[in-house]
């Protein structure tokens, strides 16, 4: 099975800064990685997928890069509303696989 | 709009069964390939099982192997996931979602999700 490994853990970063989650494959997987956003108490959303497309109507401030095994998503300018947990999920093979999540707090 | 809505979830003893279900609308239900996507109290997301559009191809994780049968009837728009020989470890919110590629079960995220229906696991 793939595994995927998800940094920081936890993040505290304040409105408008600049943040970056890394996430890393146990193999290559190409572009075939999604990142989502869960809010507390909500279901995931789905904000990227094939490493780097945003999903419509998703805000551009997220971002996606990477191939192989290392990926990251980027939040251009911190929201209050961004604060969530954002995994990572690989869509190479099966089983599907998820990263631990990244949660992410507004100072 | 896309609605997912699962049920059947509830309390039950170690070593019981349990059958969930989850009806879908908004979309060509016998198009796309669904998945359960579980998670545990305070914990991440850890997709469950999975089956292709026409039900050809199944997947399972190797947590559940052997214990846990997904189906589903395009018919009905309806996806079940029917749980045997539970354990503690099974406790979860257990999601409905879909994909977001019609007639893919390769490559495609999950695009849209159901609220979750809570199982709990215990004597």
């Known amino acids: 099975d793939i595994q995927l490994t998800q940094s920081p853990s936890f993040l505290s970063a304040s409105v408008g800064d600049r943040v970056t989650i890394t996430c890393r494959a146990s193999?290559?997987?190409?572009?075939?990685l999604a990142w989502y956003q869960q809010r507390p108490g909500k279901a995931p959303k789905l904000l990227i997928y094939?490493?780097?497309t945003l999903q419509s109507g998703v805000p551009s401030r997220f971002s996606g890069s990477g191939s192989g095994t290392e990926f990251t998503l980027t939040i251009s300018s911190l929201q209050p509303g961004d604060l969530a947990t954002y995994y990572c999920?690989?869509?190479?093979?099966?089983?599907?696989?998820f990263g631990q999540g990244t949660k992410v707090e507004i100072k | 709009e896309v609605q997912l809505v699962e049920s059947g979830g509830g309390l039950v003893q170690p070593g019981r069964s349990l059958r969930l279900s989850c009806v879908v609308s908004?979309?060509?239900?016998?198009?796309?390939?669904m998945y359960w996507v579980r998670q545990a109290p305070g914990k991440g997301l850890e997709w469950v099982s999975g089956?292709?559009?026409?039900?050809?191809?199944?997947g399972y994780a190797d947590s559940v192997k052997g214990r846990f049968t997904i189906s589903r009837d395009n018919t009905e728009n309806s996806l079940f996931l029917q749980m045997h020989s539970l354990r503690a470890e099974d406790t979860a919110l257990y999601y409905c979602?879909?994909?977001?590629?019609?007639?893919?079960?390769?490559?495609?995220?999950?695009?849209?999700w159901g609220q979750g229906t809570l199982v709990t696991v215990s004597s």
């Open positions: 979602a879909k994909v977001g590629d019609p007639g893919s079960y390769y490559y495609t995220p999950i695009e849209s």
């Open positions: 908004g979309f060509t239900f016998g198009n796309y390939a």
């Open positions: 089956i292709s559009w026409n039900s050809d191809t199944i």
């Open positions: 193999q290559g997987i190409n572009s075939y």
């Open positions: 094939g490493a780097s």
């Open positions: 999920q690989q869509l190479h093979s099966y089983p599907r696989t």
